[in-house]
Each structure stands twice: as structure tokens, then as C-alpha cells.
């Protein structure tokens, strides 16, 4: 059975083809930002990617560029063929293939907001989150899957929410008045929440098929700006460009 990301990849790889830029000799490159690079100097410095937790790859492709995080960086280059003949076993190269997939939509205009916000970003980003999943879904309780720092704060505020992340050093901490848990107790909070917000990473590194229940999904971040588009998911990322 194929999962989501192997899903998404046939679709891209169709758009490709379609486009007729799959074997053209067009060079698709990713490396590693730095912080400051990939989101500014917000006032807050507990985002996983201040602490080094993850970096964000980056794609250019036809003058467009666009993100994946993942905590497997490095340098890639090639066509869009060869990026397609990835085999998506390893963080690394899915994020790759993320990262080009965004770039590749946002050149076709198929998608927006592939590059990550910075400076004051995020915060502007989590004043609008509780209004626009109030004004869309209702007032409900929410599950989110990856730990962001800004939106998880400002949910706490408004509703009841549980928080799914699984980095170790935040597991039973406490993190902007949120109890942040662990792996095990995913489908817990799946069952208990009336909707997810979920964090777009989950496309990059594989977990995202066990989020696609009968329960709504919001989406959050750059990372799955291409995915969502191919796929018709809803993504907030307001302050992304």
C-alpha cells in the first residue's frame, strides 16, 4: 500500500511530465540555512530550529524557491528526473524531494508561502491562528502534532488544545503553559480533539499518514505548501512568503 508522501510523488512526477520538465537538464540544488537565514531574530528563541533540532533545505529551481525542515541536511543536486527517482527511505532525501516539489509548484503557480517566515512571523501568525480555525471548523478542541513555540501559546489561550511532539527534551516539559507529550500518546489525542492542526514536517519525514483520519486537518507551515496544493489539503501560513 502506498503512503501519502509516495502518493504526493506521483502526482508531482505526472505534473512534471505534463509540463514537460521532468527530463530537461534543469539543476534543482538544496543545502542547509542558518537561522538567522531561514527565520530572523524573533524575541522568542525556543523554536526547534534555534536549538538545532532541525535545519531547513532549500530548493531553487527556475528562479523559485522552496523549504522542507528535517533534521537530515546536506547538499543535493540534479534534474528533476533524478530528484524523482529518489528513494524516499531516508529524511534526507525526502526532504529533497519536499523542498523541490515546493519549489517546482510555486514556479508553475500552483503554490504560495514556500518560504519561511522571519523576525516577528510567527508571532503575527499565531494572533490570526484561533479566529481563522474558529471561523472555519468552530470553536473546538485541538490536537497538535510538532511543537510551535507562538501557535501553541496563543491556542492555549483560547480553547483547550494537547500537544504532540516528539523530541525528547520536550516530552513531559511544560512548554508556553502546554504539557507537551510523546509518540505513544498520538492517538489518544487524535481521538480526544475535534480537529488537528498539524505541523507540515510531517509530509518531509513520513509520519503524516496516521493524521489523515475522519477528523479535520489543518496543515501549518512551508514545508507542505506543495503537497497541500497537489493534494487540496487546508494550510495555514499566513506570514509566510
Known sequence: MKTILETVRD????????????????????????????????????????????KLMEAAFRGERGQAFTDHYGNYTGTLKDVAALPLDTNFNRAVFVATLNAVCRSLGLARGTIHCKDEGPKECSK???????????????????????????????????????????????????????????????????????????????????????????????????GAALMGWDRFCPQSA
Not at 481521538?191 to 488537528?196: A, Q, S, V
Open 128 to 226: 490570526q491562528i484561533f479566529n481563522h480555525i474558529k471561523e472555519k471548523y468552530g470553536k473546538c478542541k485541538i490536537t497538535i502534532i510538532g511543537f510551535q513555540p507562538a501557535l501553541a501559546e496563543a491556542l492555549n489561550k483560547e480553547t483547550e488544545i494537547r500537544l504532540i511532539d516528539l523530541d525528547p527534551d520536550n516530552i513531559g516539559q511544560t512548554k508556553r503553559g502546554v504539557l507537551v507529550e510523546g509518540g505513544d500518546a498520538t492517538a489518544d489525542a487524535i481521538d480526544w480533539c475535534d480537529m488537528l492542526l498539524v505541523t507540515g514536517t510531517t509530509l518531509a519525514n513520513s509520519s503524516i499518514d496516521q493524521f489523515l483520519t475522519d477528523k479535520p486537518i489543518l496543515f501549518y507551515g512551508t514545508t507542505i505548501s506543495g
Open 11 to 54: 502526482k508531482a512526477v505526472a505534473l512534471w511530465k505534463e509540463k514537460n520538465i521532468l527530463n530537461e537538464s534543469i539543476t534543482v540544488s538544496a543545502g542547509p540555512l542558518t537561522v538567522k537565514e531561514a527565520i530572523g531574530t524573533p524575541e522568542e528563541n525556543d523554536f526547534p530550529i534555534q536549538q538545532g533540532k532541525e
